[in-house]
């Protein structure tokens, strides 16, 4: 059972847990990402959990989501049970891209005049949460990726040189279409 808003709602005036007494009350168990359990109609803490719902590596997540995400279902953690954290480091190696960035600001003097730069830097998820990763795991899944993302290259290239051929065959038609017209016109 998701809880919306529960950071919100303690600010208001009530602690964190009362949503959760609530769900208790009712006889019912908070949604185990949470990190709260219900015990004699009270909720009762029993570990981190994660502040919200979603995908277990949403871009939008904080810090202790991901480690809890990195956690609860990666290799080392499970063991070998669960390699999703894995394949997430392994898809961010294969397509060069990461979900997270940070940016570092360097001033160079050129010509006497002090120049600010931007620069931003790949942070990856294994950096970001600080979760030991099993290599293993990883080389497995980045071959398995490798492999499915030369097939999605594959198929892109047959779509377009599809596409240009019927592209192709319909300028044909079409300028036929249009030297027959004059031709009968001529007569």
């Known amino acids: 059972m998701p809880v919306f808003h529960v950071r919100e709602w303690a600010e208001e005036g009530s602690n964190e847990l009362g949503v959760f007494d609530i769900i208790a009350q009712a006889g019912r168990q908070p949604f185990h990402i949470y990190g709260v359990k219900s015990l004699d109609g009270k909720a009762v803490r029993v570990k981190e959990g994660n502040s919200r719902t979603s995908c277990r590596y949403c871009i939008l997540a904080n810090k202790q989501d991901l480690t809890n995400a990195a956690n609860w279902y990666g290799s080392v953690a499970t063991n070998g049970e669960h390699t999703d954290y ?68 594959e198929r892109k290239r047959i779509e377009a040189e599809e596409k240009a051929a019927k592209k192709e065959q319909r300028q044909k038609s079409k300028s036929a279409a249009f030297i027959d017209t004059k031709t009968i016109a001529m007569f």
């Open 86 to 153: 894995e394949m997430m480091i392994a898809l961010e190696e294969v397509v060069n891209h990461t979900m997270f960035f940070k940016t570092r600001t360097t001033t160079e003097t050129v010509d006497g005049e002090k120049i600010k730069r931007r620069e931003t830097i790949k942070v990856s998820l294994a950096e970001k949460t600080g979760v030991t990763v099993d290599e293993v795991a990883v080389r497995r899944w980045k071959m398995i990726l490798h492999e499915r993302r030369e097939q999605l290259l």
